[in-house]
């Protein structure tokens, strides 16, 4: 039988790590290519991993609540044919190829305590564990040293002292972390400018409400971020250039520009405590209504945790709209390694020319980032002239 080891692939840029919730299949089950195989929890969602072979699975390495690295070995496959291979070690159990659990983290406190028994009372290191308090920093005025209770509550009085005077800090959490590592990656190493421009929103609303009257019941509700997708998948289509992303570094031999199969596009969610980028892939040969009911089941899942691997990476390009309640005008920063992001202002009525004469119409002003290192200013100005253009007046893809 020839063996296939299963192991934990990246999914998106600064994921590290990530935890196993739960194997979809168990032990003697056949496993197909392509199939959710197990669900493992990242910094910022839960995903599905899906398998990179088919095969009956014969091992699990990796158990539910196990933090596994990026790359590490978590199953066994056997795809039930026979191959000569050279001599290898007749098994590798579990406990020898899963990463080797590694022991608890003694507390500071507990390290503290032990470091200092022969010079603190009992009392005091149960004072100093349940305030957090090292015994390294306190001073005994005990005989020889020796750390008393009182040393210890004197300590805490003071700390909570200071803290009643200052605001507490707030550690980050995982999802945060996730998106301070990559905002703080995208500002250090990708090169960014911007260009803006308004657009009229009068063709899309009034198709917008055409289409609401036509639909059938229980079809998804377009929204204007429809719209925008469509509009800026065409627009990526007619910009070849522009729909790819910068790979190596800008003196290797080797620095290029990989282009993209099709118009992957990212779409900014707000979660509790952060945001997500799940991906919409192959928008340019999605309908209006197909790509209403796609986008809809895609924001519900990320919003619910419940986004899978194919969701969470692909992406050249994203959409960041705030939607009524958003600024007037803001500017996005890209999403590595991602090369632009479209920043959508709120939708407000304002004064436009039409025909010499000023009219008011629904306007939002439109801001996109894009990475210097693949397009420069006239590419992305001529870039989103041609999306406000369909927008305003192109015949849409129902």
């Given at each position: 039988?020839?063996?296939?080891?299963?192991?934990?692939?990246?999914?998106?840029l600064v994921m590290e790590t990530a935890r196993v919730l739960r194997w979809l299949k168990d032990i003697g089950d056949t496993v197909v290519?392509?199939?959710?195989?197990?669900?493992?929890?990242?910094?910022?969602?839960?995903?599905?991993?899906?398998?990179?072979?088919?095969?009956?699975?014969?091992?699990?390495?990796?158990?539910?609540?196990?933090?596994?690295?990026?790359?590490?070995?978590?199953?066994?496959?056997?795809?039930?044919?026979?191959?000569?291979?050279?001599?290898?070690?007749?098994?590798?159990?579990?406990?020898?190829?899963?990463?080797?659990?590694?022991?608890?983290?003694?507390?500071?406190?507990?390290?503290?305590?032990?470091?200092?028994?022969?010079?603190?009372?009992?009392?005091?290191?149960?004072?100093?564990?349940?305030?957090?308090?090292?015994?390294?920093?306190?001073?005994?005025?005990?005989?020889?040293?020796?750390?008393?209770?009182?040393?210890?509550?004197?300590?805490?009085?003071?700390?909570?002292?200071?803290?009643?005077?200052?605001?507490?800090?707030?550690?980050?959490?995982?999802?945060?972390?996730?998106?301070?590592?990559?905002?703080?990656?995208?500002?250090?190493?990708?090169?960014?400018?911007?260009?803006?421009?308004?657009?009229?929103?009068?063709?899309?609303?009034?198709?917008?409400?055409?289409?609401?009257?036509?639909?059938?019941?229980?079809?998804?509700?377009?929204?204007?971020?429809?719209?925008?997708?469509?509009?800026?998948?065409?627009?990526?289509?007619?910009?070849?250039?522009?729909?790819?992303?910068?790979?190596?570094?800008?003196?290797?031999?080797?620095?290029?520009?990989?282009?993209?199969?099709?118009?992957?596009?990212?779409?900014?969610?707000?979660?509790?405590?952060?945001?997500?980028?799940?991906?919409?892939?192959?928008?340019?040969?999605?309908?209006?209504?197909?790509?209403?009911?796609?986008?809809?089941?895609?924001?519900?899942?990320?919003?619910?945790?419940?986004?899978?691997?194919?969701?969470?990476?692909?992406?050249?390009?994203?959409?960041?709209?705030?939607?009524?309640?958003?600024?007037?005008?803001?500017?996005?920063?890209?999403?590595?390694?991602?090369?632009?992001?479209?920043?959508?202002?709120?939708?407000?009525?304002?004064?436009?020319?039409?025909?010499?004469?000023?009219?008011?119409?629904?306007?939002?002003?439109?801001?996109?980032?894009?990475?210097?290192?693949?397009?420069?200013?006239?590419?992305?100005?001529?870039?989103?002239?041609?999306?406000?253009?369909?927008?305003?007046?192109?015949?849409?893809?129902?």
């Amino acid at each position: 039988m020839t063996r296939i080891l299963i192991e934990i692939p990246r999914v998106g840029l600064v994921m590290e790590t990530a935890r196993v919730l739960r194997w979809l299949k168990d032990i003697g089950d056949t496993v197909v290519s392509g199939e959710p195989l197990l669900e493992v929890e990242t910094e910022k969602t839960t995903v599905e991993i899906e398998a990179s072979s088919t095969g009956k699975l014969v091992e699990i390495l990796a158990v539910p609540e196990q933090e596994v690295a990026i790359g590490a070995a978590i199953a066994w496959l056997e795809d039930g044919q026979a191959e000569a291979l050279p001599a290898t070690p007749a098994a590798v159990t579990a406990a020898e190829a899963a990463p080797e659990a590694a022991p608890a983290p003694a507390s500071r406190e507990s390290i503290a305590a032990d470091g200092n028994r022969q010079r603190s009372s009992p009392a005091a290191r149960r004072l100093a564990a349940n305030h957090g308090i090292e015994l390294s920093s306190i001073r005994g005025t005990g005989p020889g040293g020796r750390i008393q209770l009182e040393d210890v509550e004197a300590l805490a009085a003071q700390a909570q002292g200071a803290a009643a005077a200052a605001p507490e800090a707030v550690p980050l959490s995982p999802m945060r972390r996730a998106v301070a590592r990559a905002m703080t990656l995208s500002n250090a190493t990708v090169p960014q400018f911007t260009v803006s421009r308004s657009v009229d929103w009068t063709e899309v609303l009034s198709l917008q409400s055409s289409l609401a009257a036509d639909s059938p019941p229980g079809a998804a509700r377009l929204s204007i971020n429809d719209f925008l997708l469509q509009a800026l998948a065409l627009t990526l289509v007619a910009f070849p250039s522009m729909n790819g992303v910068f790979a190596g570094h800008p003196d290797a031999p080797d620095a290029r520009i990989v282009p993209a199969a099709g118009a992957n596009i990212g779409l900014v969610v707000a979660v509790a405590g952060g945001m997500l980028v799940p991906v919409l892939s192959g928008v340019e040969s999605l309908g209006l209504r197909e790509l209403a009911c796609r986008r809809s089941d895609l924001v519900a899942r990320a919003r619910d945790g419940r986004l899978r691997q194919e969701d969470a990476s692909g992406a050249t390009f994203s959409i960041s709209n705030m939607g009524t309640g958003g600024p007037d005008r803001f500017t996005a920063m890209l999403n590595p390694p991602e090369s632009g992001i479209l920043a959508v202002g709120r939708m407000r009525d304002m004064p436009v020319v039409r025909d010499r004469s000023v009219v008011v119409r629904p306007c939002s002003d439109l801001t996109l980032t894009l990475d210097h290192r693949v397009a420069d200013g006239k590419l992305g100005s001529d870039f989103l002239a041609r999306l406000t253009n369909i927008l305003e007046q192109h015949e849409w893809l129902i």
